[in-house]
Structures are given as C-alpha cells and as structure tokens.
C-alpha cells in the first residue's frame, strides 16, 4: 500500500503570532505553483498562542495545502490542570495533528511513557491524529540498547489502541543525538530503525496497521538531507525543526520529498 508522505515542521518555541501568520502565509505562497495532489501532506506545529491565528491564515488563504499541529496537549478534557491545555481545547483551535513525546518534553518536562500513551488515546478519541515521538540518547546507542529502548517507546505509546487507530497514527524516529545539532542519523540506519519500528507495530497491531502507519525521521533534517531520506523503503517523511523556520528551506524539503 502507497502510504501517502508527511513533512511536518515543528516550531519549537519560536515566532509570535505575527511572525507565525508570516511564516505560514510565506509557506503557502511557496506551495502555489505545486498541485494539492502533488504534494505530500505537509504540516505545522506553531506554539499554542499562535495555533488560532495560523488557522485563520490558512482558512483565509483557502488552499487546503498545509495542515495544523499542536506541539502537545494534556488528555484530560478540562478541570484543575493549571497550565495544560486539553486535546479538546488545541481542536477547537482547530488543529488537525498532535506532537506528543517528543524527546524535549520527555527531557525538561517529565513525559513518562503513561502519559504519552494516555495523550496518544486521548487524541485519538477527539478525531485528531497524533505524531508520536521516540528515539535514542547517544549513551543508548553506544550502549547497544537503541532497538530494545525504542520498542518499549512503541509498545507503551501504543498500548490498548485498536489497530484501525493505529493505521492512522504517525510515528516520528527522532534520534536525540540528531536534534538540532547539524548531524543527521545515516540515512540506512535511520531505515533500519524504522523498519524495526514497522515490525514492532505489526506484532502489536498486525500487518495491515504497519503497512499503513506513517513513520517519519527527524533530526537535522535540511534540503541536502531529504531526498536520499525520502529514497528510502520505510521512511515517509520528515519532522522538521530548525530547517521548518524559513518558508524557503521547508519548502526545499517539501519538493525534496515529491
Ligand atoms: P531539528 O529538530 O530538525 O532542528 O534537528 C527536529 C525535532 O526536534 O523535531
């Protein structure tokens, strides 16, 4: 099965509002030359406060090329949670994906494996899709535990969710050793990693769900880097931090990835 490619930016903590409708607005004029069926899904996780506006621009400009994430959200609806913001909440943003896990919050901010698994069901539950993040710290990998930590990531992420839901989720591999510091994971290993992630996903969900789930790459990603990345048999795309800040750049990566 054609499994339909992803290239999804991730802001991080960057851009005002303004600086955030500048952005998508620059991206979507980027994007006007290539027909929506050319192109492979492509989406942006701005931070909260910009979710709403970038949503306006993106309705304004009515092009249905660029989707919406949020970075997060928190899978209780609503209550005493001082600061979260629901999953219900980032839709009435009117988000399409949700960013959960990545290894950033699990670092500064405590994401267990538990919560991840309870914001993946969440999300799920409100029609939205997640994009799931797992990787490896450089001390794993020398160690030799780079598989086994990650199939505990799968398995935890994923557990009790039925395998329809799991077609539909995406998967980002994110090395931790890769983000943001200009190395990129070796382009065979990267697809080994997540050929591995395929077959943990089968043995949990079967092998209609592994054949169907999006498993992306991230870290370092740039224009240099996409399309070895993108020639690979189980890579589907690309999480993009630093390089996702410039229309032009995540533009690059958006053809590199048609
Ligand atoms: P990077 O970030 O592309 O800047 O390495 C990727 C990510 O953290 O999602």
Request: charged share 25%; aromatic share 6%.
């Amino acid at each position: 099965m054609a499994r339909k490619p992803i290239i999804a930016g991730n802001w991080k903590m960057h851009k005002f509002q303004a600086e955030s409708v500048e952005l998508v607005n620059a991206l979507m004029a980027e994007l006007k030359p290539i027909e929506k069926t050319e192109l492979p899904e492509v989406v942006v996780a701005p931070v909260f406060t910009s979710l709403h506006v970038v949503r306006k621009a993106m309705d304004d400009c009515g092009c249905g090329k660029v989707k919406l994430a949020a970075q997060n959200c928190y899978y209780e609806a609503q209550g005493a949670y001082t600061g979260e913001v629901s999953t219900e909440m980032v839709k009435d943003a009117g988000v399409d994906y949700v960013i959960i896990g990545h290894s950033e919050r699990r670092q500064y901010f405590g994401e267990t494996d538990e919560m991840i698994n309870k914001k993946a069901k969440a999300i799920l539950a409100n029609d939205l899709l997640p994009i799931i993040c797992c990787g490896e710290t450089l001390e794993q990998r020398e160690a030799g535990v780079t598989d086994s930590h990650i199939e505990s990531q799968i398995r935890a992420a994923l557990d009790g969710i039925s395998a329809d839901d799991v077609a539909k989720s995406v998967i980002a591999y994110e090395p931790i050793w890769a983000i943001g510091t200009g190395k990129t994971c070796d382009s065979d290993e990267a697809n080994r990693v997540i050929a591995m992630i395929r077959n943990v996903v089968k043995s949990v969900a079967g092998e209609a769900a592994a054949d169907a789930i999006r498993i992306l790459y991230g870290g370092s990603v740039k224009p240099e880097t996409i399309e070895e990345q993108m020639a690979k048999s189980d890579i589907d795309g690309a999480l993009v931090g630093g390089a996702s800040l410039k229309a032009d750049s995540f533009a690059k990566i958006v053809r590199g990835a048609m």
